[in-house]
């Protein structure tokens, strides 16, 4: 048995109460577990002596629009007394929150308001959730799947004004598409359609 594969059987034993599922995918062991669970099982992750998962690597949040449970948010962590990685998923929708891990990894502070500043993800109990990547007064949520691809405004200086100014977005020219195709592709393509049509006239 390898190890992730001990250690996936490990987990079942200790937080079976919180855990929803896991796999083994790609040499990574993933484990989703209850929401309301998090902090209990994030401080087990940290502490155990098998586990000691000591460095929190990432939060991320992915969007479906089409679920119930609308949004996953992702934690990556990393032993390094075990050489183990491991990643945890929990399920929210829109209008419910997410216990802070801020308390068990401080290191979660900037990962969480980033989640909150893109999906509107709301950590309950973080210190200082305030937007991260956006400006100050900005509408929405870059990352939602349901958020413009031109935005909602646009700013600019103004001469006259003497400052900054957000106006509606204008779109002078519309949305260039591109067919990915390498000069040296297209040369290629465009040779065998003329090769091709001189076939069928000849």
């Not at 855990?19 to 992750?45: C, K, M, P, W, Y």
């Not at 929150?97 to 309950?124: C, K, L, N, T």
């Not at 799947?145 to 519309?174: A, I, N, T, W």
Request: hydrophobic share 35%; with cysteine.
């Amino acid at each position: 048995m390898s190890k992730l594969q001990e250690l996936d059987t490990y987990l079942a034993e200790k937080i079976g109460d919180a855990l929803i599922g896991s796999t083994i995918t790609n040499g990574d062991l993933a484990i989703e577990i209850h929401r309301d669970q998090l902090l209990n099982v994030l401080g087990f992750l940290r502490d155990d002596v098998q586990c000691r998962f000591s460095t929190l690597v990432d939060i991320c949040g992915v969007d479906y629009p089409g679920r119930s449970s609308r949004f996953e948010v992702i934690y990556h962590f990393l032993s390094m007394y075990c050489n183990h990685r491991i990643r945890l998923r929990v399920m929210v929708d829109e209008d419910e929150v997410v216990p802070s891990a801020v308390s068990v990894y401080p290191a979660a502070d900037w990962y969480e308001r980033e989640a909150f500043d893109m999906f509107g993800i709301v950590f309950s109990g973080h210190p200082d959730l305030r937007r991260l990547l956006t400006d100050y007064g900005f509408t929405g949520h870059p990352l939602r799947k349901d958020f413009p691809l031109s935005g909602h405004v646009e700013c600019r200086y103004d001469e006259q004004q003497k400052r900054v100014v957000y106006e509606p977005v204008s779109l002078p020219q519309e949305f260039r598409t591109f067919d990915d195709i390498s000069p040296w592709e297209g040369a290629n393509y465009v040779a065998e359609e003329k090769a091709k049509g001189e076939a069928k006239n000849g």
